[in-house]
């Protein structure tokens, strides 16, 4: 039912899989993802897309929260 649906979707999910541990932490706690590391990897990958600009913000408390739950996701 979420699964990416187009081109871009596949692409920019395979960049966040990849990058679900490029987190921002301060006090051993994850607060954040780098956008930065994350949209260099999308360029290594020739996947930076707008789709992926629009996901990260939607996907960050996500994966920030299973990190700060779970350990790593």
């Known amino acids: 039912m979420h699964e990416p ?4 979707g596949l692409t920019a ?3 966040i899989e990849r990058c ?3 987190v921002r932490a301060g006090l ?14 999308a360029d290594a990958m020739g996947a930076r897309s707008g789709l992926l600009a629009d996901m990260l913000p939607v996907v960050e408390p ?12």
């Open 28 to 41: 051993g706690s994850p607060y954040a993802l780098d956008f930065t590391a994350i949209l260099m990897m």
């Open 13 to 15: 999910w395979a960049v």
């Open 5 to 8: 649906q187009t081109a871009d």
């Open 20 to 22: 679900a541990g490029q």
């Open 62 to 73: 996500l994966i920030v929260r299973a990190y700060q739950t779970e350990g790593d996701p």
